[in-house]
């Protein structure tokens, strides 16, 4: 089963014709696709949106770009939803750090961030991470508290040495629209150098639109010229490819199943 591993179908953006968007992915051989929140504004809203599409699951957590000093008060809601396990809940997330753009000081980014982990690591899921600009202090967090199901940096844009920082430590990496790029030369280098066991696939639509595709909204079927790209840069043939990218996302995501 390929799928786009993060995809914000929820958004406003798709609100006119997110039923066209799934078929369109479908004709392009993507199944279906995760939908990760991005605080408690949109739980409700994603919950709904998956439990009505047999084709997407869903995350929940708090998005450091998104989250404020309320967000800990949260806490405790999402930690309710997680401990009744709906049917397509598949990870907590998406979580993690942001050193360009939150309004919460790095400490306090990190201990929600933790929270989250911690949270992941009780009800056994595992975690969807957003890091920019602060790989060093994910991974001190990884080795506080180490992930019982594993994890995935989304939209993954790092070196080949960050790459195997959290390879090291079990995570796997989600491969978008940044390798499209000819500039992207270390991220490309990376991916090019990791485990195809540890690459997943994605999009992040409607955001980080593929080379050549700048300014307009992305959406999943887009996954499919990721993978093209991808086939490229590891020379290997679409086939085998996308089945071990669908076997990459049903180990990690189980709950899939």
Same mark, same amino acid.
């Given at each position: 089963?390929?799928?786009?591993?993060?995809?914000?179908?929820?958004?406003?953006?798709?609100?006119?014709?997110?039923?066209?968007?799934?078929?369109?992915?479908?004709?392009?051989?993507?199944?279906?696709?995760?939908?990760?929140?991005?605080?408690?504004?949109?739980?409700?809203?994603?919950?709904?949106?998956?439990?009505?599409?047999?084709?997407?699951?869903?995350?929940?957590?708090?998005?450091?770009?998104?989250? !404020?000093?309320?967000?800990? %008060?949260?806490?405790?809601?999402?930690?309710?939803?997680?401990?009744?396990?709906?049917?397509?809940?598949?990870?907590?997330?998406?979580?993690?750090?942001?050193?360009?753009?939150?309004?919460?000081? @790095? $400490?306090?980014?990190?201990?929600?961030?933790?929270?989250? @982990?911690?949270? %992941?690591?009780?009800?056994?899921?595992?975690?969807?991470?957003?890091?920019?600009?602060?790989?060093?202090? #994910?991974?001190?967090?990884?080795? *506080?508290?180490?992930?019982?199901?594993?994890?995935?940096?989304?939209?993954?844009?790092?070196? $080949? *040495?960050?790459?195997?920082?959290?390879?090291?430590?079990?995570?796997?990496?989600?491969?978008?629209?940044?390798?499209?790029? $000819?500039?992207?030369?270390?991220?490309?280098? %990376?991916?090019?150098?990791?485990?195809?066991?540890? #690459?997943?696939?994605?999009?992040?639509?409607?955001?980080?639109?593929?080379?050549?595709?700048?300014?307009?909204?992305?959406? $999943?079927?887009? !996954?499919?010229?990721?993978?093209?790209?991808?086939?490229?840069?590891?020379?290997?043939?679409?086939?085998?490819?996308? *089945?071990?990218?669908? *076997?990459?996302?049903?180990?990690?995501?189980?709950?899939?199943?």
């Amino acid at each position: 089963m390929l799928i786009d591993s993060h995809c914000h179908l929820d958004f406003a953006e798709f609100d006119q014709d997110r039923e066209l968007v799934l078929e369109r992915a479908r004709m392009f051989g993507i199944q279906g696709a995760i939908v990760p929140a991005i605080g408690p504004e949109n739980w409700q809203r994603v919950i709904q949106l998956c439990s009505s599409q047999t084709q997407l699951w869903f995350a929940l957590g708090v998005h450091p770009c998104f989250a !404020s000093q309320e967000s800990f %008060a949260h806490l405790e809601e999402l930690e309710s939803l997680l401990s009744h396990l709906p049917s397509r809940l598949v990870a907590v997330g998406e979580c993690g750090l942001d050193g360009v753009n939150s309004s919460l000081a @790095m $400490p306090e980014q990190i201990r929600l961030c933790l929270q989250q @982990m911690r949270l %992941a690591n009780r009800f056994d899921l595992p975690v969807i991470f957003h890091i920019r600009k602060a790989h060093h202090h #994910l991974l001190a967090l990884l080795d *506080q508290e180490p992930l019982k199901a594993g994890g995935v940096v989304h939209g993954f844009s790092g070196s $080949p *040495q960050v790459a195997s920082e959290y390879l090291r430590r079990g995570l796997y990496l989600g491969v978008g629209g940044v390798i499209t790029y $000819p500039r992207a030369s270390k991220t490309r280098a %990376a991916v090019a150098g990791a485990s195809l066991e540890r #690459l997943l696939l994605e999009t992040d639509s409607p955001d980080m639109p593929l080379n050549g595709y700048q300014g307009q909204r992305n959406e $999943p079927q887009r !996954s499919a010229l990721v993978l093209q790209e991808l086939s490229q840069l590891l020379d290997l043939p679409i086939a085998s490819l996308t *089945q071990a990218l669908s *076997q990459n996302h049903l180990r990690l995501f189980r709950r899939m199943l």
